[in-house]
């Protein structure tokens, strides 16, 4: 039985582009969460503030430092390494 060769060609390419994917979706998500939650404590809207009711609020400052994570990703996938 041979065993297949794979084309490296072709598939560094698509793994590439699908870590890139991956690393935008990383940096977007926690900015969104953090400006979800930041609007959920200025419009005292509770389920922006507490994922399940009866659990802690999350804090805002938290939700300054998941805004400056994505920010620090994002960054980070642009320069050249």
């Known amino acids: 039985m041979a065993i297949p ?3 490296v060609g072709m598939t560094l390419p ?3 582009s699908a870590l890139r994917r991956i690393a935008h979706a ?3 998500l926690p900015i969104v969460i953090g400006v979800l939650v930041l609007i959920g404590w200025w ?3 509770e389920p922006l503030k507490r994922i399940i ?3 802690v609020a999350r804090n805002p400052m938290t939700a300054v430092g998941f805004i400056l994570l994505g920010t620090a ?3 980070a996938k ?3 390494c």
């Open 5 to 7: 060769q794979i084309e």
């Open 14 to 16: 698509r793994v590439a």
């Open 26 to 28: 990383a940096s977007v």
């Open 43 to 45: 419009a005292d809207i």
């Open 53 to 55: 009711p009866g659990l």
């Open 73 to 75: 990703l994002a960054l």
């Open 78 to 80: 642009q320069s050249p």
